[in-house]
């Protein structure tokens, strides 16, 4: 029998919970501790903390940061933001981290990946893919937090970090994100196709129908979701939640 991960996002700017759309419009939704405590309560399955700003900043996550959230969580700990050296990763595990979450330093530079796989094994490290379509219409990998596109397809970057050895890919859509309409099945689907690497889905989920479909048809392995966790319902009312006794076991 086989349950996926249910993942709660939370974002950080300013050392403070906020909530985007479309990679903008950050809505303050409050003190990050205070959610860590929820999910406690609820026994969510893993936790993933990024600082949306580091990169643009040219820094990385604070380790004090990560040790503060780390020393209240009761469950697995992923964190991101603007990570690119060995030191980084060092002090961030050190802060009580389980794994460090790579986006753009991934694309900028590929031997990373494997200096990290090297040193602290494939378990580590997971990638984070930001997926949209430019200007002509075609999805491409962006970074810098969404900002800048590449000129790397999904599917060609999906594969390259499977071959440097990366634990774990999160495909997030750009474009899904905190709209809350359901992740991009056909990205996910496409990822799926050409890689053994284990896929955590993020950007859209808004009900547990959008969780179940994010395994079942997407065949993600892992299910992340930020707005589902922090609104009431689709009126965006703030309440930090997690489903319980979700029914996403299946027979695989």
């Not at 893919?129 to 990998?141: C, F, P, Q, S, T």
């Not at 990822?191 to 179940?212: H, M, N, Q, W, Y």
């Not at 009431?232 to 009312?237: A, I, L, Q, T």
């Amino acid at each position: 029998m086989f349950r996926p991960r249910i993942i709660p996002v939370l974002l950080i700017q300013k050392s403070v919970l906020v909530k985007s759309v479309r990679f903008a419009k950050h809505r303050y939704i409050g003190d990050p501790l205070n959610a860590v405590r929820i999910f406690n309560e609820h026994h969510a399955d893993e936790l993933v903390l990024l600082d949306i700003d580091a990169t643009r900043q040219k820094r990385c996550i604070s380790p004090a940061l990560v040790q503060n959230i780390s020393e209240e969580t009761d469950m697995p700990l992923a964190v991101g933001g603007g990570i690119c050296t060995i030191q980084q990763v060092k002090e961030l595990i050190a802060a009580g981290a389980e794994k460090v979450i790579v986006g753009s330093a991934a694309y900028k530079n590929e031997t990373f990946i494997s200096e990290v796989v090297h040193v602290f094994g494939s378990a580590s490290i997971t990638v984070c893919m930001d997926v949209a379509k430019n200007w002509l219409g075609k999805e491409r990998v962006y970074i810098n937090n969404g900002s800048v596109s590449t000129n790397c397809s999904p599917e060609n970057f999906a594969e390259k970090i499977e071959l440097l050895g990366a634990g774990e890919l999160i495909v997030q859509c750009v474009t899904n994100d905190g709209i809350m309409e359901g992740y991009n099945i056909d990205l996910l689907k496409r990822i799926a196709a050409i890689t053994r690497l284990p896929l955590v889905a993020l950007g859209g989920a808004g009900s547990i129908k959008d969780l179940k479909e994010g395994h079942e048809k997407g065949m993600a392995t892992g299910l992340a979701a930020g707005s589902l966790f922090v609104y009431r319902d689709s009126n965006r009312g703030v309440l930090i939640n997690y489903p319980g006794n979700v029914k996403l076991i299946t027979d695989d």
